[in-house]
């Protein structure tokens, strides 16, 4: 992946010039970018390639599933980071689009099971151990650290497709 990922900003650099940001094989090249970053586990690096992609379409009159995909991918990127304030939004407007193309219920009940998680994370209140380990800047307090937390087993970034290619 990281010789892919030299590859792919040295390629992606002359297709920019020559067809402009908004061109598919552009946004395409950048979706290839996110997923080796994430392959990678670098998701802050991920999350810039792939939050272009969806800045791209999410305005577009493209097909609800790609606007679904890159939504995805940037929601996802968020909560490997564990910035769920950044990421539950995201997956509001994912739960749409996926009712808009009628996705399988158990793929929506995957959705709003995150989204719920997630709203729990944002809403919680830290226990008194972790607040005052926070307040005094060091683990001073033990017990409180261990939490289920946010279950992304399932979500991960898949594979673009690629659907066209460049002679």
């Not at 307040?135 to 992304?152: K, S």
Request: hydrophobic share 40%; net charge negative; with cysteine.
């Amino acid at each position: 992946f990281v010789q892919a990922i030299d590859l792919f900003y040295f390629f992606f650099k002359i297709q920019r010039s020559v067809l402009g940001d908004d061109n598919k094989l552009v946004q395409s090249s950048l979706d290839n970018l996110g997923y080796a970053w994430a392959m990678l586990g670098k998701y802050e690096k991920a999350l810039v390639v792939l939050t272009e992609v969806w800045n791209a379409v999410k305005d577009s009159h493209d097909f609800p599933d790609e606007k679904a995909s890159a939504v995805r991918k940037v929601a996802i990127c968020h909560a490997r980071l564990g910035q769920w304030d950044q990421a539950f939004p995201l997956l509001e407007i994912l739960e749409d689009l996926q009712t808009d193309i009628g996705v399988s219920e158990k793929v929506q009940r995957q959705t709003r099971k995150l989204l719920g998680e997630i709203n729990y994370e944002i809403m919680k209140l830290p226990s008194l151990s972790v607040a005052t380990n926070r307040a005094l800047g060091c683990a001073v307090c033990m017990g409180g650290e261990y939490e289920e937390g946010v279950n992304l087993d399932t979500w991960v970034i898949e594979k673009p497709e690629n659907t066209s290619k460049m002679s």
